[in-house]
T-cell receptor
Framework: AQSVTQLGSHVSVSEGALVLLRCNYS??????LFWYVQYPNQGLQLLLK??????LVKGINGFEAEFKKSETSFHLTKPSAHMSDAAEYFC??????????FGPGTRLSVLP | GAGVSQTPSNKVTEKGKYVELRCDPI?????LYWYRQSLGQGPEFLIY????????DSGLPNDRFFAVRPEGSVSTLKIQRTERGDSAVYLC??????????????FGPGTRLTVT
């Protein structure tokens, strides 16, 4: 069965600094990979997804992620953090015929 | 257009009571998912509907949990004999048919269930 790990339950960056949120997955077959953002008291919003096309995926709000098969990783980055990026971020994996599996999440704080 | 809606937004109930949580998916979305999110954790899969039928209910924790989607649109998650451990946010998501849209899900705001 597939699984997802997110290194760092809480990440703090200064406004304008690089954002790097880590996601590693385990899967025996090529996966679909997703990043979702969750603002307080709201549902999850899709940031971006990898679906076996380009390995570098661009999403909303300036975020992007790169699929690295050799490292089984799908890390999320943004060149310059904004205060409005403070939220909880979840990585998820989906394999055909199996359920979605979400990681435990990383809370991003942006310091002024 | 309208997104996924869930009612109620908050539900407080006593241990042992029965509760129903409702999900209205995006119109035209044939796939519907229920998840449970405990504090500080990611969503945990409960059940997946394709149309009216439950295609996968392997995530339901026990037989106190049941979900229906009788007309292939609105879904209701039912919990019998609630326990304090059932307290969580219950999320609903919908999508166009499975793989055809690369499994892109749209989430509702959730129902926060508190069992006292």
């Amino acid at each position: 069965a597939q699984s997802v790990t997110q290194l760092g339950s809480h990440v703090s960056v200064s406004e304008g600094a690089l954002v790097l949120l880590r996601c590693n997955y385990s899967s025996s077959v090529p996966p679909y990979l997703f990043w979702y953002v969750q603002y307080p008291n709201q549902g999850l919003q899709l940031l971006l997804k990898y679906t076996s096309a380009a390995t570098l995926v661009k999403g909303i709000n300036g975020f992007e992620a790169e699929f690295k098969k050799s490292e089984t990783s799908f890390h999320l980055t943004k060149p310059s953090a904004h205060m409005s990026d403070a939220a909880e971020y979840f990585c998820a994996v989906k394999i055909y015929g199996q359920n979605f599996v979400f990681g435990p999440g990383t809370r991003l704080s942006v310091l002024p | 257009g309208a997104g996924v809606s869930q009612t109620p937004s908050n539900k407080v109930t006593e241990k042992g009571k029965y509760v129903e949580l409702r999900c209205d998916p995006i119109s035209g979305h044939t796939a519907l998912y229920w998840y449970r999110q405990s504090l500080g954790q990611g969503p945990e899969f409960l059940i997946y509907f394709q149309g009216t039928g439950a295609a996968d209910d392997s995530g339901l924790p026990n037989d106190r949990f049941f979900a229906v989607r009788p007309e292939g649109s609105v879904s209701t998650l039912k919990i019998q004999r609630t326990e304090r451990g059932d307290s969580a946010v219950y999320l609903c998501a919908s999508s166009l048919t499975g793989a055809s849209n690369n499994y892109e899900q749209y989430f509702g705001p959730g129902t926060r269930l508190t069992v006292t």
